[in-house]
DNA sequence: CAATAATAATAGTATTACTATCAATAATCA
DNA sequence: TGATTATTGATAGTAATACTATTATTATTG
């Protein structure tokens, strides 16, 4: 499993920040505090100023380690696409059936994160509410094309290519395993935050996870031929 | 086809703007140029400051037709919404079998506009690609549920139930209609934005429509018993 | 103990997102 | 036609944002 933690892609999150924060305590009260923050007010009104005055430091202390909050903001969803996919290989581990591997997979993909992570200063289930309301604002920019050449947006690709590849056991011939694969990751998103806010836009029920079985549903009914 | 411009959708669009800017050569000057613009630039760049200058008049005038610009974005998103269901009618005419019904429906949520609409002054083309980059960062934001509840989105909403009941026209058992469509909606979209910006995320191959023929394989494959 | 690195404190700039006021012009209606 | 009213333009101003720069203070390490 040590290869999720591999060169390429801590190189990928190396090029979101100016210092690391994990190596020391104000970083990480950086990232603790936005964590926080983004979720009480939206990404929208987050500014560098109120998290300065929330870990009770100047913003010029927070430049010293991200450029601008939308850095921040990469480095978040970066974090959170490594750590889905350190995840995702604990819960392939030893599954041999493809079937299995697959429906583990869509699983982690698409249900709530409900326990807490012991042993990490970041708080995953807070930070998984971030990534579903913000963290395609992350890409839907006009500096996608250089960030995407300095490698931003591996650690995502890579999910999606190895779920991808699952689908390519199950069948060699489908030909759009990474659409399918995207489209479930932000579906699923579009979903639990159209269930909070625009029900009408889903049939999620309050109570059971429809989106789940929605989209374990749709992928392997779409891939069967 | 008249039940589309009805009072319920003109009223969806009253709330986005102060005074209608279709009644007036600046109106219609803001409108145009700001489609231009932000396909430019890109809306988190976009300013009135800039739109003023493109159209030769001034911030404060801009101000009499939009409160910000994040209304403007409301106004052109309920605006496309408006015109791809007055689309949709026009494409379900006098087409009678569900499964036809539904193939065009999802046809036309799915490929790009290609056609220009004559007669009218927004550019539609250019309009569909500020949907595709742009649209969800107008309901992506803190105000939603207030905003959800000034109406403002009943249109994104009425498209997809009407061709959710499509759906259930096949399968009346199907339990996850809105939920199916609204991902295709949102899917196609990311799609498109992928093949551009992040083509490892996506199977698209240019020239084809792969977007098309994966949602429809899709939807159907999905629904069926 | 000295050197170095990290942080805090303060200040400052350009831009953004507005609001307010008033003059100039255009439309309309009596 | 002339008076009234609505619309736009010109100008100014404010508070907040997104930074950068400088210097003092504190903590770390060699």
Not at 108 to 121: A, K, M
């Amino acid at each position: 499993m040590n290869n999720i933690l591999s060169k390429v892609v801590f190189d990928v999150k190396e090029s979101t920040y100016v210092k690391d924060p994990q190596t020391s305590e104000l970083g990480n009260r950086i990232l603790e505090s936005s964590i926080d923050l983004i979720n009480e007010i939206g990404f929208d009104s987050f500014t560098f100023r109120k998290l300065a005055q929330s870990i009770k430091s100047v913003e010029a202390s927070i430049y010293r380690y991200f450029e601008s909050k939308h850095k921040l903001l990469l480095y978040l969803t970066t974090w959170y696409w490594s750590f889905t996919e350190y995840r995702l290989e604990f819960t392939l581990a030893n599954v041999e059936a493809p079937d299995d591997r697959l429906k583990r997979a869509i699983h982690l993909l698409t249900s709530e994160i409900e326990e807490g992570f012991s042993g990490l200063n970041i708080d995953v289930i807070k930070l998984s509410s971030i990534v579903i309301i913000e963290s395609s604002k992350a890409y839907l920019t006009k500096d996608v094309d250089q960030e995407n050449e300095a490698g931003i947006f591996l650690g995502y690709k890579h999910l999606v290519e190895r779920v991808g590849e699952i689908v390519l056991e199950i069948n060699p011939e489908f030909k759009y395993p990474n659409m399918l694969i995207s489209t479930v990751i932000e579906g699923a998103h579009n979903q639990r935050f159209f269930a909070e806010h625009l029900p009408r836009l889903t049939n999620q029920v309050k109570g059971e996870d429809a989106i789940c079985e929605f989209y374990q549903k749709m992928v392997f009914k779409t891939i069967t031929k």
